[in-house]
């Protein structure tokens, strides 16, 4: 199985990079490969709601020239997309929500009232998150969301892996929910 990473945390050794290691370590043990991408590192405008991707049937169609249809183009080629960011104001951060923003624009063919193609239809969703307040009541609103976004967009939504970090190491118990959360998508995915 190929997956791609979207890492949307500022800090590439801070709380989300230390669970999400967890979580790659696993999927590369179990043989599966994984490519991350940096959201921070990349050039990522907001949508315009200019609906020109929606204008042209083929391909994104969209005007802004970046690294988003780049990235698109690594989520088609893959089978599941894992989302790991910490939330910033009970949802993602911003640069991986310009990129949701994005892609569920010019990769869904369907808001001009046409039945256009969802091209990320079929494709698996996951999320781990870290939060700094109550997981219960900090990563639940990004949660749901995105499983709105997955059915939107005829993804399946695989669940999350969601911790509280104030800055320390994982603990033991971390990092087996983050072994289990691993094991899980690779269980449902061969479903
Ligand atoms: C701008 C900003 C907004 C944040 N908003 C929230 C929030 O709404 N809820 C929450 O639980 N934690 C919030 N946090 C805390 C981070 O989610 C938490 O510290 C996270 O683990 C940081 O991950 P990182 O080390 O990968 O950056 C916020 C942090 C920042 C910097």
């Not at 020239?65 to 993602?92: G, M, R, V």
Request: charged share 25%.
């Amino acid at each position: 199985m190929k997956i791609i990473v979207l890492f949307g945390s500022p800090h590439k050794e801070g709380n989300t990079k230390k669970l999400l290691d967890v979580v790659i370590k696993r999927l590369n043990e179990m043989g599966h490969e994984t490519e991350t991408i940096y959201l921070y590192d990349k050039k990522i405008k907001p949508c315009l709601g200019c609906f020109a991707c929606q204008k042209q049937k083929e391909g994104f169609g969209c005007v802004q020239n970046d690294d988003a249809q780049k990235i698109a183009e690594k989520i088609l080629e893959s089978d599941q997309i894992i989302l790991a960011t910490p939330i910033y104001s009970w949802f993602c951060t911003g640069v991986m929500k310009n990129l949701l923003d994005r892609i569920v624009f010019f990769m869904n063919k369907i808001y001009l009232g046409q039945k256009g193609t969802k091209m990320m239809k079929s494709k698996k969703i996951s999320l781990v998150i870290t939060c700094g307040l109550e997981p219960k009541t900090s990563t639940d609103l990004f949660e749901r969301g995105m499983m709105r976004f997955a059915i939107h967009c005829g993804m399946f939504y695989m669940g999350s892996v969601h911790i509280k970090c104030v800055g320390k190491p994982l603990t033991d118990e971390n990092k087996k929910s983050a072994v289990k959360f691993a094991d899980f998508i690779v269980k449902q995915d061969m479903q």
